[in-house]
Structures are given as C-alpha cells and as structure tokens.
C-alpha cells in the first residue's frame, strides 16, 4: 500500500459545477497538507496549504483535512475550463519536511 | 507567494554531453531544495533533497555521480546530468522551501531531450 493513494481519474465535470478531489494516506505522521496544481508541461502550482486538521479556504478552492480518517479534500466551486489540469495532494511530517505526493487526479471541466 | 525560477525550460543536448539546470529562489531563502523526475502522465518522482551548504541525499535508485547535484546559496541550487543518454530524457522539476516551513514552491520545469 502506498503511503498516499490518489484516484488518477480523469475526472470529467461540466462548467460550474463543484469539484471534489480526495487523496487517503497511511501514516499518522503526516501534519502538513498541500494542494498542488499542475498544467502539461509546467511546473506545480501551490494552491493551498493546511497545518492539521480543519478546513481552509481560498477564493473558490476549500481545502479540508481529516487525521482521524486520514483523508483529505480539495474543493473547487464553480468550476471553469481553466482549471482542466492535473491536481496532486502532498503531504508531510515535521523535521524533514520532504513531502510526500499523490499520483495526481486529472480533471476536465467541459464547457 | 514565493517565486522560483528554473532554466532553461528545454534543452536538447547530444549523447555522452554534460547539461545544467538551475533553480533560483527570487525572493526568499530556499534552506532546502528538492529535485523531481516526471514521466508523461505520472506523479513526481523524487530525485535527491539538498540543503544549503550540504551534500545532497539521493533517493534509493539514483545515481549520484550522474546527477551532480550543488546547493551553494540560499538561492541557487543546481543539478548537472553527466554523459547523458537518451534515457535520461525526462522533464525534472526542482521545488524549494524556506526554513521551518513545510510548503515548497516549484520551478517551471525543465525538458531535457538527449539525441
């Protein structure tokens, strides 16, 4: 089992609609949770960042983390074609802070 | 948020040459930079981690007399591929975090075509 599981989808949505990308992960160390966006060809982008559990959010982006199911959200209210891209969770324990990534969900917003 | 510059964006280089990716932090201290390989359509693969004015650790897998890698600033951090093959094609991605801060910000990429 890998330390962080992420559904690699596609996952097609139409315009407007609220998204919602999950990643699962093993182990209990983990406290530092980020989002990353990532277009083909380019760098990832940080979309947001989480210190344990709760929830945070930015504009149309809601970030919620759960520790005691090892879960967590990232999601994206009426959705754009523009954010057609790949979404990678990572996450990280204190100390080294070498974070730990998700294989990535795609996601397409159709017009 | 915090801006990382990495370049060039693409290169093509041929069979046995020697070819060099910077990674610059424009507006903060990168106490620690971290160096990923990507395939088409596949996550992150974490290549070696390098704090400033130490010696990089190399993932298991990685060699390291291939894939120099120099943190010499709190800016710049650099990964040299030597006597590339074609094998080596890849896009690499450099990331960089400030110091006591789990977030890392990523370059632009870079993709290398060996010939």
């Known amino acids: 089992q890998k330390e962080v599981e992420q559904d690699p989808g596609p996952l097609s949505v139409p315009e407007g609609a609220i998204v919602s990308l999950n990643c699962t992960y093993s182990?209990?160390?983990?406290?530092?949770f980020m989002w990353y966006r990532q277009y083909s060809r380019k760098g990832p982008e940080l979309l947001m960042y989480?210190?344990?559990?709760g929830n945070k959010e930015d504009g149309r982006f809601t970030a919620q983390v759960d520790k005691s199911s090892k879960y967590i959200s990232l999601f994206i209210r009426d959705s754009q074609p523009s954010d057609s891209a790949t979404y990678l969770c990572a996450m990280s324990a204190g100390g080294s802070y070498i974070p730990t990534f998700g294989r990535g969900t795609s996601l397409i917003v159709h017009p | 948020g915090a801006v990382v510059s990495q370049h060039p964006s693409w290169v093509i280089c041929k069979s046995g040459t020697s070819v060099k990716i910077e990674c610059r932090s424009l507006d903060f201290q990168a106490t620690t930079m971290f160096w990923y390989r990507q395939f088409p359509k596949q996550s992150l693969m974490l290549m070696a981690t390098?704090?400033?004015?130490?010696?990089?650790?190399?993932e298991q897998g990685v060699e390291k007399d291939k894939f120099l890698i120099n943190h010499a600033s709190l800016t710049l951090s650099t990964l040299t591929v030597t006597s590339a093959h074609p094998e080596d094609s890849s896009f690499y991605i450099c990331s960089a975090r400030r110091r006591g801060r789990a977030e890392a910000f990523f370059g632009q990429g870079t993709r290398l075509t060996v010939v």
């Open positions: 182990n209990s160390a983990f406290q530092y």
């Open positions: 390098s704090n400033e004015g130490s010696k990089a650790t190399y």
């Open positions: 989480t210190y344990s559990s």
